[in-house]
């Protein structure tokens, strides 16, 4: 989210914000800083609250990016919500999906750990693919610094996956995209 706020006040990313929403209080004082309104939502998985949530985006927005979002949204808020949803996956999915991918990528000895960007739908983790990164990685990496490396790469499939949407390069066929180049 710092990384989209940072982006956002340097011109660097050309798209309104007109809230930030997070089941994390702590987020409050980031949105401070960038004088966007703020909305804490005590969602939790055995209360998502998307009634809440809903009340709030009605009307405001074109789509919806979650950062850092640990929750699954219903498929009673995709139906009412209807509008894009991008989320990023903190692994390179579809290879690791759901909690802990990188404890499943040390688990595996892959040489290679990932993030992923993509349009949230009824399926966990299965969303058209908008955007991708890897790094490599060796025997000597702890699950510490897959998470450490893995940070990184979310920054920057996130951002390449809301540059992509914003600028109208990313289309959606068959729970596939197309990716337009500039």
Do not use: C
Request: no cysteine; hydrophobic share 40%; charged share 25%.
């Amino acid at each position: 989210m710092a990384e989209i706020l940072y982006l956002w006040k340097t011109g660097e990313l050309n798209l309104n914000i007109p809230f930030i929403i997070s089941n994390f209080s702590a987020h409050q004082e980031l949105a401070e800083q960038y004088k966007i309104p703020f909305y804490f939502i005590n969602a939790t998985k055995n209360d998502r609250q998307e009634d809440a949530i809903l009340k709030i985006i009605d009307g405001k927005t074109d789509f919806l990016i979650l950062a850092r979002y640990m929750l699954v949204l219903s498929p009673q808020f995709l139906n009412a919500y209807k509008k894009d949803i991008i989320n990023v996956h903190h692994g390179f999915l579809p290879s690791f999906k759901g909690m802990n991918p990188y404890k499943q990528a040390l688990d595996r000895g892959v040489k290679i750990i990932g993030a992923t960007s993509h349009f949230v739908t009824e399926g966990l983790d299965e969303g058209p693919i908008i955007a991708q990164a890897v790094e490599p990685i060796s025997h000597k990496d702890d699950l510490k610094n897959l998470i450490r490396k893995g940070k990184n790469l979310e920054k920057k499939v996130l951002i390449e996956a809301i540059h992509n949407y914003i600028d109208y390069r990313v289309m959606q066929y068959n729970n596939k995209t197309i990716i337009f180049s500039i």
